[in-house]
């Protein structure tokens, strides 16, 4: 109960170039992942299982997908009358030029939905991470420690790269001690989640100072900053469980093919922490006769009626009699037709493969098929 | 004072369903689930909100509280609504007593100020039996150009089965000019589908009527139509000859769901014109595993598949472990079929655990039936037609 006295804000405006065609038209947040879901369904799933009632996701460029999925949040049982759901696109004022220049600016131009909350405190979370937490022991820790900002990290080896992300020293009073953002080559192996807790009225001081000094970023300008010269007491809390990140075609790739493993989904896909998508009225998938299918997870809508092997496919898929697909993420609607033979791809939604095409990607980097391509 | 309403829908979903033995122990008949996903009710609720009526009071009694649960505020179905809506409707006390519906009619009756909230011109009764999709619409429309006072949906039999009907004898234009309950020597086999659209000022008057009566046992097929009939209102057939399913009975309601391993369906649910709602379980995909066989099958999300399935309907959630298989049968949702189980001609249901090596159901003869939550110790045999509930 205590965390209704927590809001959730989620930031969609990362930089998504890594990951190419899928990303064109879409956010991360809302890239379709795991047969079903969206990216975001995992942190706002997480959320609201912790007891969140209130959740604000700032999009930022091409949120007409993400939209769409969030709808009015009924899904995640965000549509109650107070608190629920809020989209926040950028907007035009006289300060505020539309689109924001990191997370900063998003919370500067989101003031008024800060202020008119409710809850004391924020949890404020980039999107690109998928992991399904349950974020009430970290705001009991968070007020055990009487720290000033609390922020989520792994040790998980798989969330270092280099020149990307962000990297803790933690002092053995569990308080971090110094913070490197992007480096070439990570020298701590406390990796940050992008998970931040604090006090409302704190977070809104640090957006309106460091709005007026001219910042844009929350990470690098402002909890960088207080660690290294303002002396705050930042902590670390640290998540154990399965994380993956989003941030190129292969680990996108990785990460689909890594849930058809059972241990893998079902430390993903918790019976006390389910994780809510929006709802299409399917069918159960259908297997005909020729169907030889093998370690794939097939969602609702399929028709499967020819050889499938360490694939995911989305809702709607079709697989043709005489069709062979290895190693692929098949997304909602594709159909692959008679005869075809796919190995290492990634096909974007509604995407066609017509009789007797041959696709076969490298291990190492899978062939990407756009949205709505015939081939 | 709300807003007028020109059809409204009432749901008779108060029987008890008692051919289907232990399947309906603990719930309605509408609350059965039916191929993979579904349960009755989602079909004829599904036709209202396809057929643009927005407003359906559904009539509980028997073992309500399954179906309460599932209906819920009706979002599934898009009835969530500001003005109508799903109404959920048990009998309730009135002034000093209180009384169970006695009959169909009888649960008409006494909402009767339910119905008046919505000051309708046409009511239409509909009962949660069958798997079925029709147009209300297209119903209501021929309603009105005959003018007629009731309209009753009817199917073509065939003639063999028509003695376990209400059949409707009908003239030349489709009037209705007599209806036999069960005839043993049928002269039509144009069935009676439960399916009722009344102008309400001639319902009301014959509700009342009927209640006044203490000979009445109260029924739509026993009473209110052949009162009607005998005061020469105008009754008119209205011919539907779609996929239309009773699953009154374990043997029906198995085979209802075979049927839909058929390509083409008998019923086609992937139309997207005509789409059938129901309240999704909200699971990761199913997986099939390293050494399954899984063909000609129905498998739901959340189900973990290793052993073998073979032209069979596999709820949400459903477990077939290792050298088990799952043949010609319905296994309903997160049941478990151990190691080495086999299971054949067989609905498994709700939360069943069938244990390791045990036999369910033979090749032949009737459908075994395993009761939901029964937990079936390692090494049982059950056999054709018989059902366990404990």
């Known amino acids: 109960m205590a965390m209704k006295n927590v809001m959730g804000i989620i930031y969609t405006g990362e930089k998504d170039s890594f990951l190419r065609e899928l990303t064109l038209a879409r956010a991360i947040a809302a890239m379709p992942v795991a047969g079903r879901y969206r990216v975001i369904d995992f942190l706002v799933s997480g959320l609201v299982n912790s007891g969140v009632k209130n959740v604000g996701v700032i999009m930022q460029k091409n949120y007409h997908s993400l939209m769409d999925h969030l709808g009015s949040g009924k899904e995640w049982d965000l549509h109650g009358k107070n608190d629920g759901l809020y989209i926040l696109p950028p907007f035009l004022t006289r300060e505020n030029v539309g689109v924001y220049n990191g997370s900063l600016d998003a919370l500067h131009s ?14 404020l979370c980039n999107s690109t991470i998928v992991f399904n937490a349950n974020f009430e022991e970290m705001f009991e820790a968070h007020n055990r420690s009487g720290v000033d900002v609390t922020i989520m990290y792994t040790r998980n080896p798989d969330m270092r790269r280099p020149e990307y992300g962000t990297y803790f020293e933690i002092g053995a009073d569990g308080l971090i001690t110094d913070v490197e953002i992007d480096p070439t080559r990570p020298r701590y192996e406390n990796t940050c989640m992008e998970v931040f807790l604090l006090r409302k009225d704190l977070l809104m001081d640090l957006v309106d100072r460091g709005a007026a000094h001219g910042y844009h970023d929350m990470q690098r300008d402002v909890f960088q900053r207080l660690i290294r010269d303002a002396g705050m007491r930042v902590g670390g809390y640290e998540y154990k469980d399965v994380c993956y990140r989003m941030d190129s075609v292969q680990s996108y790739f990785k990460f689909n093919l890594d849930v058809i493993d059972p241990k893998i989904r079902h430390a993903l896909f918790r019976e006390d922490n389910p994780v809510y998508t929006k709802v299409r009225d399917e069918l159960p998938a259908r297997y005909l006769e020729n169907a030889k299918v093998v370690h794939s997870i097939v969602a609702d809508g399929c028709i499967v009626d020819g050889t499938v092997e360490n694939c995911v496919l989305f809702r709607g898929v079709k697989i043709a009699s005489g069709a062979k697909v290895k190693n692929c993420v098949i997304m909602q609607d594709s159909q692959i037709e008679e005869g075809v033979q796919l190995e290492n791809c990634i096909l974007d939604k509604q995407a066609i493969i017509k009789r007797d095409g041959r696709l076969i990607g490298p291990n190492a980097y899978p062939i990407v098929i756009s949205k709505d391509m015939t081939i | 004072m709300s807003r007028k309403k020109q059809c409204i829908a009432m749901l008779l979903a108060g029987g008890q369903g008692s051919r289907l033995g232990i399947l309906t122990a603990n719930m309605a008949k509408p609350a059965i689930p039916y191929g993979g996903k579904y349960r ?15 407003v359906v009071g559904v009539l509980t009694q028997y073992q309500p509280l399954e179906l309460n649960a599932y209906i819920g505020s009706g979002s599934p179905w898009d009835l969530d609504l500001a003005h109508g809506g799903v109404y959920v409707l048990p009998p309730y006390v009135k002034g000093k007593q209180g009384e169970w519906y006695t009959g169909t009619a009888n649960a008409i009756y006494q909402n009767i100020a339910f119905i008046e909230q919505f000051n309708p011109d046409y009511v239409l009764i509909l009962s949660g039996d069958h798997i079925y999709k029709m147009d209300y619409n297209a119903m209501l429309r021929y309603h009105i150009d005959k003018e007629a006072d009731v309209t009753i949906a009817v199917r073509e039999v065939p003639w063999e089965e028509a003695p376990r009907f209400g059949i409707m004898n009908t003239d030349a234009n489709n009037v209705i000019v007599e209806f036999e309950e069960k005839p043993q020597k049928p002269k039509n086999n144009k069935a009676s589908m439960g399916v009722y659209m009344f102008t309400w000022d001639k319902l009301r008057k014959y509700l009342a009527e009927d209640a006044g009566d203490p000979k009445s046992s109260n029924d739509f097929g026993k009473n209110i139509i052949p009162n009607m009939l005998g005061d020469r209102q105008k009754l008119f057939a209205f011919d539907f000859d779609g996929y239309w399913k009773d699953v009154g009975t374990v043997e029906s309601l198995w085979e ?13 649910l992937y139309d997207k014109k005509w789409r059938i709602y129901g309240r999704n379980p909200g699971v990761a995909p199913h997986y099939v595993a390293e050494g399954a066989v899984v063909r000609s099958s129905l498998i739901t999300e959340g189900c973990e598949v290793y052993g073998r399935v073979e032209h069979s309907v596999l709820f949400a959630g459903v477990q077939v472990m290792q050298g088990a298989s799952v043949v010609d049968s319905v296994v309903m949702p997160n049941a478990v079929i151990e190691r080495g189980a086999q299971v054949c001609r067989a609905i498994v249901a709700e939360g069943a655990v069938i244990g390791a090596g045990s036999r369910v159901g033979e090749e032949t003869g009737n459908i075994a039936v395993i009761g939901q939550n029964v937990k079936l110790a390692a090494g049982s045999a059950v056999l054709a037609g018989e059902q366990r509930d404990q």
């Open chain 1, 110 to 123: 989101n003031f008024g939905y800060l202020r008119r909350s409710r809850q004391e405190y924020v949890l």
């Open chain 2, 40 to 54: 009755i009710i989602d079909f004829p609720l599904s036709n209202c909100t396809n057929s643009g009526i927005d």
């Open chain 2, 256 to 268: 209802a769901n075979m049927d839909l391993l058929n390509m083409p369906m008998p019923i086609d």
